[in-house]
């Protein structure tokens, strides 16, 4: 079997360059599972996807968590199809589980204002659950504008745009399985 994985790709125009490896993502990301799994023994959460960004996330976490857990997804866009955020979430899909009394961990793939998590967070707090934790891949502390607290993150960067493991631009390259960073001299030549 083999992985689409160049150390270069041209997404919609733009170059970028090999950021996270697949195996510093495999590594990173079953470490998040053992922590979860440690720190909700006998809580039985629901994990909830924010889609569309975080399904191979989730889909990679789940299949290292050791306990008994359930899963949902809420939809949202706050990117359009641009390399910044337009500042408004619209919701496009809501949660199918009950989550009152329950135990609930959002996942997202990144965590860049921290707008889209924040109207995440006070959503779900209107629906009563137990708890409620955040867990993001990536998490650009530098950029945040509505702060929020983030218990569990995989790896903290710079304010650059990625791409791939489930992250798009204008809707293409989530299929990669590495994560990209913007090449921003490139972009500069045009
Ligand atoms: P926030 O609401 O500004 O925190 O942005 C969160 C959402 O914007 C994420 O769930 C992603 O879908 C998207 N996003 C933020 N930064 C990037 C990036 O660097 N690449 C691709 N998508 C991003």
Redesign the pocket.
Known sequence: MSFYEPETVVCNGSLFRLYITKEQLDKRVSELAREISRDYKDKKPIFIG?L???FIFLADLMRHVSIPCEVDFFK????GDE?V?SGH?TERKDLDADVEGRHIVLI????????????MVDRIREKNPASVTVMTL?H?PD?T??YVNVEYVGFQIPT????GYG???AQEGRNLPQIYV?DDEYEKKF
Do not use: R
């Open positions: 924010i569309n960004g975080a949202l866009s706050s990117y390399k955020s979430v997202e793939d990144i965590v860049d204002t921290g707008l889209s998590m924040k109207y990536l650009k950029a504008k509505h650059l745009f990625v791409l992250m798009d631009f913007i």
